[in-house]
Nanobody, 124 residues
Framework: VQLQAFGGGLVQAGGSLRLSCVASGRTFAMGWFRQAPGKERDFVAAIAWSGVGIYYSDSVKGRFTISRDNAKNTVYLQMNSLKPEDTAVYFC?????????????????????WGQGTLVTVSS
């Protein structure tokens, strides 16, 4: 399965962006991670295949919304009220099997497939 992410760009603080990630085949959990310059890659949000299980990092909760369209094998990340500290390369990821335990969604090692990343830059 290949993943391709779209939608990054330059936006002013307080603005919005919508990221999309298209998978070439069926996957189960889908998630977004981000890596800021000089930092490690961190969890942002994830969603189960059913759409019932949804998880966010504390830093984006209330501002970002993850959703998916299984008919299109696509996951979205709506990012509102963006802050300069949201600047990063955003990676989408997916798993080939259901993740089960909710805690698994937060770990990079739970995901089997990764997209190439899309850059989001938030100016102050």
């Amino acid at each position: 399965v290949q993943l391709q992410a779209f939608g990054g760009g330059l936006v002013q603080a307080g603005g919005s962006l919508r990221l999309s990630c298209v998978a070439s085949g069926r996957t189960f959990a889908m998630g977004w991670f981000r890596q800021a310059p000089g930092k490690e890659r961190d969890f942002v949000a994830a969603i189960a295949w059913s759409g019932v299980g949804i998880y966010y990092s504390d830093s984006v909760k209330g501002r970002f919304t993850i959703s998916r369209d299984n008919a299109k094998n696509t996951v979205y990340l709506q990012m509102n009220s963006l802050k300069p500290e949201d600047t990063a390369v955003y990676f989408c990821a997916s798993s080939k099997d259901p993740l089960g335990y909710s805690g698994n969604y937060y770990y990079q090692t739970s995901y089997d497939y990764w997209g190439q990343g899309t850059l989001v830059t938030v100016s102050s």
